[in-house]
């Protein structure tokens, strides 16, 4: 993944990556002639596919973690819930928790209760 400044026709320089821990990914790439700064900003599902794809940025590749469970995905053939996201899953009622599972697994290969946090917020999902 390269990112060129238009103006100068130069390869931006990587600059900064930050790992947040929930998933996201950010990095910055520096224009070396006239400073330009472009950030890449990528969501849980995109971060897994630069993962699972070996791209490396900024010379490191992106950390194998989140990957782990991907795999399992491939092997399921289906999202992949941890523990407490379960349990958590479990409280919802009978009649709606297939329409909530498929919701959360619509929004994420992996659903931790961060996800599904951030899934009711984006979603209006309050309450599931
Ligand atoms: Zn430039």
Do not use: H
């Not at 993962?51 to 795999?71: D, H, K």
Request: net charge neutral.
């Amino acid at each position: 993944m390269k990112f060129l400044c238009v103006e100068c026709d130069r390869q931006m320089a990587f600059s900064e990556r930050q790992v947040p821990g929930d998933g996201t990914l950010a990095a910055t790439f520096k224009c070396p002639k006239c400073g330009r700064v472009v950030a890449m900003l990528t969501n849980p599902m995109e971060t897994q596919l630069v993962s699972s794809l070996g791209v490396e940025i900024g010379g490191r590749t992106v950390p194998a973690e989140p990957f782990e469970m991907v795999r399992a995905n491939v092997v399921t053939g289906g999202p992949a819930w941890s523990a407490d996201a379960q349990e958590r899953l479990e409280r919802v009622p009978t009649f709606v928790r297939g329409m909530v599972k498929k919701i959360y697994g619509d929004y994420a290969r992996e659903i931790t209760p961060a996800v599904m946090d951030t899934a009711r917020a984006e979603l209006g999902l309050e309450g599931m």
